[in-house]
């Protein structure tokens, strides 16, 4: 009796990890769509699609990054982590954190978006008010070289690493 109680103390644990990682949108775009120069996006930031041949290298950035490359990072099973260019500092710090020492992730502000912090990763997105919400980290753990991306696992650096 004591073990089927811990069994379903432990089932209901996990289901309550899984079900706190509401509000993710989800999409259907297919990778290996190469394509040079600017390209509109119906998503901000986007989540998939056409992008260039060149990846961003995974890392902190404090300028904005291209889409373009990003997206290929994205296709490469990285997370894509955005924020508004006045987001509190202290909040900021908080991102930096949770991508520390990951090989598979990308911060950078944008200004094209309508959430003070995006969590992007290849056909997933959460929109977020705050740094300090759970939902950062489970995101990450669960799409970071994840089963969504097209070419998970590939590299995350060695390509392009320029800003706006």
């Known amino acids: 009796m004591k073990r ?4 379903a103390l432990f089932l209901v644990s996990c289901n309550r990890n899984t079900d706190t990682l509401t509000g993710v949108k989800t999409f259907e775009y297919k990778g290996g769509e190469h394509e040079a120069g600017r390209i509109d996006y119906t998503e901000s930031p986007p989540a998939g699609g056409k992008h260039n041949p060149g990846w961003q290298n995974c890392g902190v950035y404090t300028q904005e990054i291209y889409s373009e490359y990003a997206v290929h990072s994205l296709e490469h099973g990285a997370v894509w982590i955005t ?3 006045d987001l509190n500092p202290a909040e900021v710090k908080t991102l930096q954190a949770a991508v520390e020492g990951r090989t598979h992730a990308l ?3 944008r200004s094209e978006q309508s959430a003070p912090i995006v969590m992007t990763a290849w056909n997933a997105q959460l929109a977020l008010e705050k740094a300090d919400d759970p939902r950062v980290n489970l995101f990450i753990q669960k799409f970071e070289q994840g089963s969504t991306a097209p070419e998970s696992g590939a590299s995350c650096s060695g390509a392009y690493s320029e800003t706006k």
């Open 83 to 85: 924020y508004k260019p």
């Open 4 to 7: 089927l109680l811990l069994v």
């Open 107 to 109: 911060l950078s502000p």
